[in-house]
């Protein structure tokens, strides 16, 4: 499709609890990037990938926060044992090549940590 | 430490005027520069970008310029329109960041008001 699907588009979990993001990239674009939102702020990196291939981590929370690109699947994007400040919305985005041109974003999903 | 900065929250403008919202940054490795435009509850829509060896880049109603020697750019919106009603996000990326070529800096956004 020519949008980004990311689902769902909320999601409440208990401090501790896990939560899964998923994102479903247009097709033919090799690039998927995520970003946090955190209280309509600055949308802060978290991670790209090419393809199946991790391109640039760098804005990973390591101890808890993962994500994959798996061929025929959307990506996903896990957090173990969420906190209160995991709660934001978290955009995933794709594009043909790396951010030249700009990405095209999905919608987000809103992850409530209560 | 903020390195793409949009010092001013909100702008409110007239129908039909210009709409100039400014974006200021700190790292001198930033080469490429873009602008988003995001309604509520909806993602980021990209609306132009320039790159830095240019100093202006024109798309109908929105020009972007580029001051590279006081770090500055601008988006000009001309003429405003209610429909252009939202945040703007200015966002910038650094071709030698560790090898992320291409992850996207973001400011705090603007949120333009055009009143009929």
């Known amino acids: 499709g020519e949008e980004v699907a990311q689902t769902p588009k909320h999601l409440v979990r208990g401090e501790g609890q896990k939560a899964k993001l998923y994102c479903a990239p247009i097709?033919?674009?090799?690039?998927v990037f995520w970003y946090q939102q955190v209280l309509k702020n600055e949308f802060k990196f978290l991670i790209s990938f090419q393809n199946e291939n991790v391109f640039d981590e760098t804005g990973m929370p390591k101890e808890r926060f993962s994500a994959k690109c798996l061929p025929n699947s959307p990506c996903s994007l896990e957090i173990q044992a969420t906190k209160l400040e995991d709660s934001a919305v978290y955009f995933c985005?794709?594009?043909?090549?790396?951010?030249?041109?700009?990405?095209?974003f999905g919608s987000g999903t809103r992850l409530t940590v209560v | 430490d903020q390195q793409v900065k949009q010092n001013s929250p909100s702008l409110s403008v007239q129908e039909g005027r210009i709409s100039i919202l400014n974006c200021d940054y700190t790292n001198s490795m930033f080469d490429y520069f873009l602008w988003y435009k995001k309604y509520p509850a909806e993602g980021p829509t990209f609306l132009i970008s320039?790159?830095?060896?240019?100093d202006k880049n024109e798309d109908g109603r929105f020009t972007v310029f580029l001051n590279k020697s006081a770090k500055h750019l601008s988006l000009h919106i001309v003429p405003s329109q209610p429909g252009d009603s939202a945040v703007y996000f200015c966002a910038a990326s650094d071709l030698n960041s560790g090898g992320s070529n291409y992850k996207l800096t973001f400011g705090k956004g603007t949120l333009l008001t055009v009143n009929p």
């Open positions: 985005a794709s594009s043909l090549q790396t951010g030249r041109g700009g990405y095209t």
């Open positions: 320039i790159s830095s060896i240019k």
């Open positions: 097709k033919g674009h090799s690039y």
